[in-house]
């Protein structure tokens, strides 16, 4: 039975990894050329030509590290700039070993930390080790934190997977009370149908009383105006031959429009329509329409409207004097209201409020008909009803359904972030981000809020980032945007905010459901090559 071997602590488990690796390059029979990782060390023997990685060229080995660019791949220049998309080894010894690119090799920029990237003038020191201790520290903070934000992101998950169990639940329940609330309102519906039937039959018979009433009241209004017509015909034709013409209306005064002492030909053709002269059926169809509102202007029948709270005031022409032109004149036969077309219910005339409902009265209905009105008013007040009642259960389904519908990651672990708010200040601005609704911005002033996106999605399947969208439009420019970087943190907060480019945002939010991800390649990675 083998003895067991002690466990070491990790910090010393790698010491020992490095003294042997150090060890394994002092005695190494190949010399491993600048810029190559150990993992490809056999592949650059000198006792051998060099083939190309990409097997494309066999070179000989003195062209490697040449400063002269022979592979398509830029494999045999490792260690040089002279390949433009060529890579460099850092191997950084006690700290993260990487690879830069060869353009910064003898750059007079210190990019390795062991310093070997500047090998010509060797001004670099080497501070691996600090670095190392450095990254061993804060990947050992980052592993507390992620130790502590699990904790808490399972209980998020598990209060994430509760409220969409809980939302499942009320789903079925709301879908269930909409059959029994769409059931309600077709019972309704056919109520109303039925009950409005037999109320429209009953207002039948009072609609067409109505009717013939309107009708009598229009015939004695137009034969009361053909009379008008007629009389004002009668009185115009001095010469009495049954025609009225231009220089009949030229001796009556009322028609000196620009009241200069004078009736002129184009003033009095203007009422007879730019003739010369009327029959009286011409007359009554083609002048009296446009020469009435005028007569009663002339007659002093015009009365202003009053304000409100204003007393009687006097019968006075438009703007304190008569229409003199022909603008005025239609604006004051508008006012009137005396028009053929007008409507004669004015709402500025009192006089023929009244008489209007002394010749129309309310309708006064039978008993039947009444009972009738008032069910059918009390059936379409319960239809409306219970058509809200199914539009609100509907609004209720489709908010579960959209938030179902919603990507809250792995183990629902970022649900309990929606409905939540977090604010960051700088010294101009309140920022505000809440997951999975929208991103604002308001000035510490006070002033309303400005959009700056309304959640769209996760930018990748990582989700370690939100994109929000469709924000308020920047003046002459594009649609404001917002980005949020998701990292682990033991709460939620918003801890930084910057606009990189015009109209785009960049969010950093902190959040326990983020700490998911292994944080150990800081201390796996010390050196890559162990």
């Not at 097997?55 to 830029?74: E, G, K, M, T």
């Not at 239809?383 to 519908?405: G, H, M, P």
């Not at 980005?483 to 907060?493: D, R, W």
Request: overall charge negative; aromatic content about 8%.
């Amino acid at each position: 039975m083998m003895p067991s071997i002690p466990k070491l602590p990790a910090k010393s488990y790698v010491l020992c990894i490095l003294l042997i690796v150090v060890c394994e390059i002092s005695t190494s029979e190949v010399p491993r050329p600048r810029g190559v990782p150990l993992s490809h060390n056999p592949l650059y023997n000198p006792a051998k030509d060099f083939v190309c990685l990409d097997n494309s060229l066999s070179i000989p080995f003195s062209q490697v590290n040449d400063d002269y660019c022979d592979c398509p791949d830029a494999s045999d220049e490792p260690g040089t700039s002279a390949c433009i998309h060529g890579t460099f080894f850092c191997m950084n010894v006690g700290h993260t070993s990487t690879y830069i690119s060869s353009s910064r090799v003898n750059d007079g920029i210190c990019d390795c930390c062991d310093g070997t990237d500047e090998y010509v003038k060797g001004k670099c020191a080497n501070n691996c080790q600090e670095l190392g201790q450095s990254a061993m520290k804060e990947a050992a903070r980052q592993s507390e934190l992620l130790k502590a934000g699990k904790q808490i992101r399972a209980s998020m998950c598990e209060m994430g997977i509760k409220l969409k169990a809980e939302k499942k639940d009320k789903l079925v329940i709301f879908a269930a009370q909409k059959i029994e609330a769409e059931k309600i309102m077709r019972e309704k519906e056919q109520i109303k149908k039925n009950i409005e039937e037999l109320e429209s039959a009953a207002l039948e018979q009072y609609r067409q009383i109505e009717e013939e009433n309107k009708r009598i009241k229009q015939e004695e209004e137009n034969k009361k105006n053909r009379q008008e017509a007629e009389d004002t015909f009668v009185r115009f034709d001095s010469n009495k031959d049954g025609i009225v013409e231009v220089s009949e209306l030229q001796s009556l005064h009322t028609f000196d429009r620009d009241r200069n002492g004078e009736v002129t030909v184009e003033e009095a053709k203007y009422f007879l329509n730019s003739k010369d002269s009327m029959s009286l059926e011409d007359f009554v169809v083609e002048a009296w329409p446009a020469m009435k509102p005028f007569l009663m202007l002339d007659e002093g029948l015009y009365k202003p409207p009053q304000p409100a709270g204003v007393g009687e005031v006097e019968e006075v022409p438009i703007n304190g004097e008569e229409p003199t032109t022909e603008a005025e004149f239609e604006e004051a036969a508008d006012e009137e209201g005396v028009n053929e077309e007008e409507d004669e219910e004015d709402e500025e005339h009192p006089e023929e409020e009244e008489e209007h409902e002394e010749t129309n009265p309310e309708v006064t209905y039978d008993e039947e008909t009444q009972n009738l009105i008032e069910k059918a008013t009390a059936a379409r007040s319960e239809f409306t009803e219970a058509d809200q009642s199914v539009r609100d259960i509907q609004s209720e389904i489709t908010k579960i359904e959209e938030y179902l519908n919603k990507d809250f990651g792995p183990d629902e672990a970022f649900a309990p972030l929606e409905g939540e708010c977090f604010d960051y200040m700088d010294y101009e601005y309140i920022y505000r981000l809440c997951p999975f609704d929208k991103a604002t911005q308001q000035q510490k002033s006070g002033s309303s809020d400005t959009r700056l996106g309304s959640w769209s999605k996760w930018s990748n399947q990582n989700y370690d980032a939100m994109l929000y969208d469709r924000g308020q439009s920047c003046w002459n420019g594009p649609q404001r945007s917002t980005t949020v970087a998701i990292s682990c943190g033991s709460e939620n907060k918003l801890t930084s905010v910057s606009e990189p480019n015009r109209c785009e945002y960049h969010f950093t939010f902190e959040t326990p459901a983020a700490c998911y991800k292994a944080t150990t390649e800081g201390i796996k990675d010390i050196h890559d090559e162990l």
